[in-house]
């Protein structure tokens, strides 16, 4: 059965930065999009950042473009976000997923929906204190 491990996750203050790492089995990851999502506690799942297969191309959500760095790398089927410049708002649980068709529609709204996102992980918590 296909899974996706997240770690990475922690505590850290205000303007500090974490690197969660998703790693993939059972699983040609090669073949899938990537991406990061979050849900904070009562507030909707929200699309972070996804990667194209090869890792050309990357899409980022607003809120943390600039901040954020999706990354991966196909020998170790792993992918990674680099976040920086956390805050409080970035207090989530993080879940990678796979997607191995995402269509041809916007990124923004591949991001944004994640239902072509088929497999997921169990998240890691992020959580951010002043």
């Known amino acids: 059965q296909v899974q996706l491990v997240e770690s990475g996750g922690g505590s850290v203050q205000v303007g500090g930065s974490l690197r969660l790492s998703c790693v993939a089995s059972?699983?040609?990851?090669?073949?899938?999009?990537m991406g990061w999502f979050r849900q904070a506690p009562g507030k909707e799942r929200e699309g972070v950042a996804l990667?194209?297969?090869?890792?050309?191309?990357?899409y980022y959500a607003d809120s943390v473009k600039g901040r954020a760095t999706i990354s991966r790398d196909n020998a170790k089927n792993t992918v990674y976000l680099q976040m920086n410049s956390l805050n409080t708002e970035d207090t989530a649980i993080y879940y990678c997923?796979?997607?191995?068709?995402?269509?041809?529609?916007?990124?923004?709204?591949?991001?944004?929906?994640?239902?072509?996102?088929?497999?997921w992980g169990q998240g890691t918590q992020v959580t951010v204190s002043a």
């Open positions: 997923a796979a997607a191995r068709n995402v269509g041809s529609g916007h990124l923004a709204t591949i991001l944004r929906d994640g239902t072509a996102f088929s497999i």
């Open positions: 059972k699983v040609t990851f090669s073949n899938y999009y």
């Open positions: 990667i194209s297969t090869s890792g050309v191309v990357t």
